[in-house]
């Protein structure tokens, strides 16, 4: 009891003190009428928390599919955010096991579920995935898969590949790459024009492994993966060489400055041309070029390729999760229910511009642009792999993310960061 006293406490200070989360579709606290009880039985709302209110804000895109879920099953969404995904993680692990835990929480796939499965703490999906088994690809379904159970509501699909300026492209005669080496020389190129290749940063932490996982899936899929689930070690001479590869580049000045901001610096700096490539998620697209002003005919992509030219792809899958102690656990997975419909996946993913992923939906609504995208996912037989971000086990990646960060800013031998990640490994695979 006193444990569960403090979680609690915890949660409170947290908001207080970290940042105050958005309330959104019914006031400071979930919605609920006194009857109690499921959908039409007495609940007006459940509640769903996410950490998307800064760059980009989803709160408004939560508090439409309140309305959707709203004419759909006759119950709504009260959307809490966090500004910020430290706060945001810390809140959420502090919540669910209590009887604070939220109905719904978007969260992160692959290690980041584990997480939270192992501790008891997620209420499975599996029989509305089995409704739907027909509408879900076998590799979606795996994705979500522990121990025989399914979790999550996939809201969307994501890839990461590389924008990059037409205008630069065009003034320095710079063509897409065909493999790493062009890719390469493209940098080289640009940067002696006087203009910034690419974006790195360290500022909120997590965008410092964005190069890392890029030079690694040109090197070697399955290495990457290795090195993610420690079957690989750190110290061995291939891991060494995506880091010498990686020192290289800063040391040629490829990057922007560490300090800049990814949402708001690198959208700014891209379309007054003096950034020529960014590195990100095709949720970027959306919110953080075109929405912030980027015209559409400025913005061109490519996947960088590997060394001898072939596809490969990092796939960052959007869940959403049901937590275990939800005040309203048979409505929030009705409402579930309904979002792995065709129409309501529909609905998630246009809300966001992302990708569907029940085979069903509507994807009409995607831009040329994003069609584009996803023909050549589609038609370029690509190898994929899971982003650095849910790769990892969660608290390793943490670590190992903090020695992303380090070298960044201080460019050690790549040896030395080497022996200190796998220091963090063997410790944790022990």
């Not at 993680?89 to 796939?109: G, K, M, Q, V, Y």
């Amino acid at each position: 009891m006193k444990k569960k006293i403090w979680v609690a406490i915890a949660f409170v200070l947290l908001t207080a003190v970290l940042g105050a989360p958005v309330f959104a579709g019914g006031g400071s606290q979930p919605s609920q009428s006194s009857g109690g009880g499921t959908g039409g039985g007495g609940v007006s709302a459940i509640t769903i928390f996410h950490d998307k209110t800064g760059a980009p804000d989803y709160q408004p895109y939560f508090m439409k599919a309140g309305d959707e879920l709203k004419a759909a099953i006759g119950v709504g969404l009260d959307a809490v955010g966090y500004p910020s995904t430290d706060v945001y993680t810390a809140a959420i692990r502090s919540a669910l096991p209590t009887n604070s835990a939220p109905d719904l929480f978007s969260w992160w796939a692959g290690a980041w579920i584990l997480d939270l499965q192992k501790s008891g703490l997620l209420a499975p999906t599996t029989a509305i995935w089995d409704k739907y088994k027909a509408e879900y690809s076998q590799g979606i379904r795996d994705a979500f898969t522990i121990d025989g159970q399914l979790y999550a509501l996939p809201w969307g699909l994501e890839y990461w590949l590389v924008y990059y300026n037409k205008e630069v492209y065009s003034q320095l005669g710079l063509k897409e790459p065909a493999n790493w080496d062009e890719f390469i020389s493209n940098c080289q190129k640009i940067k002696a024009a006087g203009k910034t290749p690419l974006n790195q940063t360290i500022v909120d932490e997590w965008p410092a492994f964005i190069t890392f996982e890029e030079i690694a899936m040109s090197a070697d899929v399955a290495l990457y993966n290795d090195l993610c689930t420690g079957k690989k070690k750190w110290t061995d001479p291939e891991a060494v060489q995506l880091f010498t590869i990686w020192k290289d580049m800063l040391d040629k000045g490829y990057f922007t400055d560490p300090s800049v901001n990814y949402f708001s610096d690198v959208p700014r700096l891209f379309n007054d041309n003096q950034l020529a490539m960014i590195m990100g998620g095709t949720w970027f697209y959306k919110t953080n070029l075109i929405d912030l002003g980027v015209p559409e005919s400025k913005v061109g992509f490519f996947f960088i390729k590997t060394k001898d030219g072939k596809n490969r792809a990092i796939l960052e899958p959007s869940p959403i999760l049901v937590a275990k102690n939800s005040p309203r656990l048979d409505t929030a997975l009705k409402a579930v229910d309904y979002f792995m419909s065709a129409n309501g996946n529909t609905f998630l993913a246009k809300q966001v511009g992302s990708f569907p992923v029940n085979a069903k939906s509507d994807a009409s609504f995607l831009t040329p642009f994003q069609k584009s995208i996803l023909d050549t996912v589609n038609s370029g037989n690509f190898t994929l792999a899971t982003r650095f971000w849910e790769n990892m086990p969660t608290e390793l990646m943490l670590q190992v993310n903090q020695k992303f960060q380090e070298f960044i800013v201080n460019r050690p031998a790549p040896q030395a960061i080497c022996a200190e990640i796998q220091k963090l490994c063997d410790a944790y695979f022990k």
